[in-house]
């Protein structure tokens, strides 16, 4: 999802932070590794009011959630990077199934904000799951909805270590390189959707 169908910078958010915190950008991500609260919030082991008092803990501010809900939610751009119409073709010949590392509060926004999400057969999110990309556990959950075998699936992420991980587990998986790069990738695999 993230950086394939809808660009996100999570900087956007920091340097909103910073004032708040006297941390750079640096020192609160390195905070937030250390606390491990983005990795179990992204995995659902949390719920988000706890997310948000851990990361205040983390970052040694004062922020109430909805304060901290609008600079979390602040990461995303308006314009998606692959045309909802493109989607609406696929899915009229094919099962489309989401995969994503991402959690409860930015998905709940995401579906209000982008009507391109609904072009979904199924959601396979790893705060739901219960694991994140690249573990096993999340691609079988998407394989699984996807209903068939993983090499008759295609996948495709921003990060390679995602790719390698779904080409563990036998799906035909390639690294995203923009919108003309994968329709030549989906062409090439006699993938239609005109």
Not at 79 to 85: A, D, F, M, R, V
Not at 110 to 126: N, Q, V
Request: glycine share 6%; charged share 30%; net charge negative.
């Amino acid at each position: 999802m993230g950086r394939v169908l809808i660009h996100f910078d999570f900087d956007r958010a920091y340097a909103r932070m910073t004032g708040l915190s006297g941390l750079t950008t640096a020192e609160m991500r390195d905070r937030l590794r250390a606390a491990g609260v983005v990795h179990e919030y992204e995995c659902g082991q949390i719920e988000s009011r706890d997310f948000v008092k851990r990361v205040n803990e983390a970052l040694g501010i004062t922020l109430e959630f909805d304060e901290f809900r609008e600079i979390w939610m602040s990461i995303f751009f308006e314009e998606t990077l692959i045309p909802e119409s493109f989607l609406e073709a696929l899915r009229s010949r094919y099962r489309l199934v989401l995969l994503s590392n991402t959690n409860e509060m930015h998905y709940t926004m995401l579906e209000e904000r982008f009507p391109i999400l609904r072009h979904f057969d199924a959601y396979t999110l790893s705060y739901k799951v219960g694991a994140m990309k690249p573990e096993r556990r999340i691609y079988a959950d998407a394989v699984a909805k996807a209903g068939c075998a993983p090499a008759r699936c295609f996948f495709t992420d921003d990060i390679p270590e995602y790719v390698e991980g779904a080409r563990r587990f036998g799906i035909d998986a390639v690294q995203f390189q923009g919108f003309t790069a994968l329709q030549a990738e989906l062409r090439a695999r006699g993938v239609a959707w005109d």
